[in-house]
């Protein structure tokens, strides 16, 4: 199947901090990305919608200024935390997909840390 | 628009009695329908998926669910719980992008 990747898995870092997190498609080309973020038992909530070569679309209440999104390629997406913050702590996941537009393939996620 | 209902936020079980995880869905559009596991600090893993083909979808590790247009349900089954089983669920409705349900808990106990 589809596999997506996530670097780093976890990272830890200090608050004012930018921190950037690697979203690739490993054996497909993903026309569209999409970011998630979940908080300790919640369920996942979508951040933004980006597809290759155009702007990413935010959902409301997320900040773009402060969550960067890159999807220059079609495997590679990135989102940037930028002036990150204690509250920004949380678990991010990526997911991916392809040309058909059906199934999403979610990374693995990465354990964001704010001190 | 979208939505999706998980009916439990926690559901325990014995190991070797059946599973049943609930989901209710609305969506404007004839969508399709995801159940994935998380089990801790783990990405999602992809169980099954509802596509407009048949109706009673099987999946990996013993999972099937249905899907009920006239109920708008799509819940998920097991025959009998393994202790492995214990995770998260999610029930996902896309019709053009994910809706995700708040997710149940499932517990196996011995």
């Known amino acids: 199947g589809a596999v997506v990747s996530q670097h780093p898995s976890w990272v830890i870092c200090k608050s004012g901090t930018s921190v950037k997190i690697e979203c690739r498609s490993l054996d497909f080309q993903a026309t569209t990305m999409f970011w998630y973020r979940q908080f300790p038992k919640q369920s996942l909530m979508l951040m933004a919608t980006?597809?290759?070569?155009?702007?990413?679309t935010y959902e409301q209440g997320v900040e773009k200024d402060k969550f960067l999104i890159n999807h220059a390629s079609l495997t590679l997406s990135t989102l940037t935390v930028t002036s990150a913050h204690p509250e920004d702590s949380s678990f991010y996941i990526c997911?991916?997909?392809?040309w058909g537009g059906g199934e999403q393939f979610f990374g693995p996620g990465t354990r964001l840390t704010v001190l | 628009a979208q939505s999706v209902t998980q009916l439990d936020s926690h559901v325990s079980v014995s190991e070797g009695t059946p599973v049943l995880l609930r989901c209710n869905y609305s969506?404007?559009?004839?969508?399709?329908l995801f159940w994935y596991v998380q089990h801790p600090n783990k990405g999602l893993q992809l169980l099954l998926k509802?596509?407009?083909?048949?109706?009673l979808v099987k999946g990996i590790n013993g999972f099937e669910a249905e899907f009920k247009k006239s109920e708008t349900s799509f819940h998920l089954t097991k025959p009998s719980a393994h202790m492995s089983d214990a995770a998260e669920y999610f029930c996902?409705?896309?019709?053009?992008?994910?809706?995700f349900g708040d997710g149940t808990t499932l517990t196996v106990k011995p």
């Open positions: 509802y596509t407009s083909a048949a109706t």
């Open positions: 980006s597809n290759e070569g155009s702007k990413a």
């Open positions: 969506s404007s559009y004839s969508p399709s």
């Open positions: 996902v409705v896309n019709a053009g992008k994910s809706t």
């Open positions: 997911s991916a997909r392809d």
